[in-house]
């Protein structure tokens, strides 16, 4: 059980962008750019390192769902980064898998 656990369950509150029966996607609490969502799928997974071809529709829907909340949130047309943090080389810090939606200024290259 872990914070987006609480979140999914509305036990902590959180600024929700999306929801559907398999994902959420709500703003993060501590923005890395202008705009900062993160996007989870409801049924718990860990990590990208735990993901199995069952997870295969989950995380095809994620990902079009990601690129319609970053057009939703006005990103498409100047671009925008999707990440996933996996485990410690990762900087995996909650172990719920989420994607993370950047944008809102031009983001560096290569990562830190
Ligand atoms: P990661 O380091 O990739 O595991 O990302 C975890 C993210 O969750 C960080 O960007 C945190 O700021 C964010 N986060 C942690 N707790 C909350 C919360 N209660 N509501 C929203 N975002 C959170």
């Not at 890395?32 to 990208?48: D, G, T, Y």
């Not at 993901?51 to 690129?67: C, F, P, R, Y």
Request: glycine fraction near 8%; hydrophobic fraction near 40%; proline fraction near 5%.
């Amino acid at each position: 059980m872990t914070i987006f656990s609480k979140i999914i369950n509305r036990e902590i509150p959180a600024k929700i962008a999306y929801e559907d029966d398999r994902c959420l996607a709500f703003h993060d609490v501590n923005p890395q750019a202008p705009v900062h969502v993160l996007l989870i799928p409801k049924k718990f997974i860990r990590s990208m390192a735990e993901l199995t071809s069952n997870d295969q529709d989950l995380m095809g829907h994620m990902m079009v769902k990601a690129s319609e909340i970053a057009k939703s949130l006005g990103l498409a047309e100047n671009g925008y980064r999707i990440v996933v943090n996996t485990n410690r080389d990762g900087g995996q810090s909650v172990f719920h898998l989420h994607i993370h939606i950047l944008g809102g200024r031009g983001l560096g290259w290569p990562p830190g």
